[in-house]
Nanobody
Framework: QVQLVESGGGLVQAGDSLRLSCAAS????????MGWFRQAPGKEREFVAV????????SYADSVKGRFTISRDNAKNMVYLLMDSLKPDDTAVYYC?????????????????WGQGTQVTVSS
């Protein structure tokens, strides 16, 4: 059973950067694709980014492409999401998720484990 804990959220201004971290315990994430999702108030949770278990392949939602960077450190059992040029529309609770396997899943139902989320608020 893998436990995921997100951190690094906060209140920032538009144009600022923020780095989210996801710490895994209870298992090694080296065999898992790791993804980030977000849920804004009154909206469905949506895919943000995913990185393959090996770190050699990533995928991003169109809304964050070119601004967000997902990375992982399997030795530290950590996953990161660097968010640059933040916009008010990026305001949401951000969730880390893990999927056992070699895929690059973008659907929520493909993931096996979830964190509790960290709030990101971007003011204009």
């Amino acid at each position: 059973q893998v436990q995921l804990v997100e951190s690094g959220g906060g209140l920032v201004q538009a144009g600022d950067s923020l780095r989210l971290s996801c710490a895994a315990s209870g298992g090694l994430i080296r065999d898992y694709a790791m993804g980030w999702f977000r849920q804004a108030p009154g909206k469905e949770r949506e895919f943000v980014a995913v990185v393959r278990w090996s770190g050699d392949s990533v995928s991003y939602a169109d809304s964050v492409k070119g601004r967000f960077t997902i990375s992982r450190d399997n030795a530290k059992n950590m996953v990161y999401l660097l968010m640059d040029s933040l916009k008010p529309d990026d305001t949401a609770v951000y969730y880390c998720a893990a999927d056992l396997g070699w895929r690059l899943p973008v659907r929520q139902d493909e993931y096996d484990y979830w964190g509790q989320g960290t709030q990101v608020t971007v003011s204009s």
